[in-house]
């Protein structure tokens, strides 16, 4: 910046004034909401600055939470083992064994890891798996096949979150869930982040992924990003064949998440520089912006 001659005062130049002009209306929108960040085990490995939008958007007054996965580095550790790795319809079967390489690796290694790295960068955060206070109360998963150890989450310790982001500090939360009996499961990471958001009413659910968004793919076969979608035109999608597989539950749990009153979902390439900051602080946005009504402001 370059000082007033008569002030002295130091002058923002002319590109950043406008950068800051155009998030401001963004800015005064989420000021004070809660956003849940799920951060995918996928995108972990290809690098990225997560932690430095994180603080940005929380010094901003936005109260960030995040819930991570772990998918590959679970698999990896299981082959190592040499203990079976299978998946039915993208949630991973859960054995006694693959579950305490689960809890392992998601609630000490990736979530302290997590948390390490945003405290060291002059963060404040508390990581939790949702085995803590009652975080994540969970069931039994019903599907047609027996899915050993995996949870539906039905009940989330909103008090509890409420009051750490009151606080200053952003939940890390790790997908393990216990049931009544005071059984541990495993939780597919992006139900649990639906789960979070939803019963928090969050602002905005983003799920920053290794892809670029929900894609549709055109008459020459070429595949397009869709920036901006309703529910009934994902549940088209669907029907279409055009989401299918593991991806058909998670979408449904951001749907889910929607309808107890989260105003938008963000699907994030966690590729790109700071896709956080450009989804919500822009009005050309990122990815795939999932919106009751396809007119809604950003």
């Known amino acids: 910046m370059s000082p007033d001659t008569e002030t002295g005062a130091r002058q923002i130049p002319a590109a950043q004034a406008a950068l800051f002009a155009g998030a401001r209306p963004h800015m005064q929108r989420l000021a004070g909401r809660t956003i849940v960040v799920k951060h995918g085990g996928s995108t972990m490995a290809r690098g990225g600055r997560l932690w430095e939008e994180l603080l940005v958007l929380q010094g901003m007054g936005v109260r960030p939470i995040v819930v991570h996965g772990g998918g590959p580095e679970i698999t990896?550790?299981?082959?190592?083992?040499?203990?079976?790795?299978?998946?039915?319809?993208?949630?991973?079967?859960t054995d006694a064994a693959v579950l305490d390489v689960a809890t392992m690796i998601l609630g000490a290694k990736i979530n302290k890891r997590l948390v390490a790295e945003l405290n060291a960068n002059g963060g404040k955060a508390i990581g939790l798996t949702g085995i803590d206070g009652n975080l994540l109360v969970v069931e039994k998963a019903?599907?047609?096949?027996?899915?050993?150890?995996?949870?539906?989450v039905v009940g989330v310790n909103v008090a509890l979150l409420n009051q750490l982001t009151a606080a200053g500090y952003i939940p890390v939360i790790a997908p393990l869930g216990i049931d009544t009996a005071g059984q541990t499961y495993n939780v597919n990471a992006d139900s649990a982040a639906a789960a979070v958001a939803?019963?928090?009413?969050?602002?905005?659910?983003?799920?920053?992924?290794?892809?670029?968004?929900?894609?549709?793919?055109?008459?020459?076969?070429?595949?397009?990003?869709?920036?901006?979608?309703?529910?009934?035109?994902?549940?088209?999608?669907?029907?279409?064949?055009?989401?299918?597989?593991?991806?058909?539950?998670?979408?449904?749990?951001?749907?889910?998440?929607?309808?107890?009153?989260?105003?938008?979902?963000?699907?994030?390439?966690?590729?790109?520089?700071?896709?956080?900051?450009?989804?919500?602080?822009?009005?050309?946005?990122?990815?795939t912006t999932v919106v009751n009504e396809v007119s809604d402001a950003r």
């Open 198 to 287: 939803g019963a928090l009413q969050a602002a905005v659910l983003a799920l920053v992924t290794d892809v670029p968004g929900l894609y549709r793919q055109e008459a020459d076969g070429q595949k397009t990003v869709i920036p901006r979608i309703t529910p009934a035109g994902i549940d088209d999608l669907i029907a279409q064949g055009q989401i299918k597989g593991g991806m058909v539950p998670k979408v449904k749990g951001c749907l889910a998440a929607m309808t107890q009153g989260v105003e938008r979902i963000q699907i994030l390439d966690g590729g790109q520089p700071y896709p956080l900051l450009q989804a919500l602080l822009t009005d050309d946005g990122c990815g």
């Open 142 to 152: 019903k599907h047609a096949q027996d899915l050993g150890f995996v949870g539906d």
């Open 76 to 93: 990896a550790m299981l082959n190592d083992l040499q203990v079976p790795v299978q998946f039915v319809d993208g949630l991973r079967v």
